[in-house]
């Protein structure tokens, strides 16, 4: 059973910090690639960033500079340290996997960035 679970959403300030955290079982993590991305109420959910399994990374560019992605594959996770927040970052963050046309979702962690 493949399994995607977010954590390390919360509450947090305007220019604050956030590291959201996505652990993965049940695929062979390395040979996958992973994304966050984000949905905020009334929007679509949209890219934040991607790092493929060979360590490629994609960021939005409302994202740029402030983002961070990365992976371990030791603990078959990956992370998204998200720093100098805005009120627009708010939205619920899901990781997904995806490879060779297979993708999963995680069920998703809120964010919320209040002024």
């Known amino acids: 059973q493949v399994q995607l679970v977010e954590s390390g959403g919360g509450l947090v300030q305007v220019g604050g910090s956030l590291r959201l955290s996505c652990a993965v079982s049940g695929i062979r993590f390395s040979i996958y690639h992973m994304g966050w991305y984000r949905q905020a109420p009334g929007k679509q959910r949209e890219l934040v960033a991607t790092i493929t399994s060979g360590e490629d990374i994609n960021y939005a560019e409302s994202v740029k500079g402030r983002f961070s992605i990365s992976r371990d594959n030791a603990k078959n996770t990956v992370y998204l340290q998200m720093n100098r927040v805005e009120s627009e970052d708010t939205a619920v963050y899901y990781c997904?996997?995806?490879?060779?046309?297979?993708?999963?979702w995680g069920q998703g962690t809120q964010v919320t960035v209040s002024s």
């Open positions: 997904k996997a995806f490879f060779s046309g297979i993708g999963y």
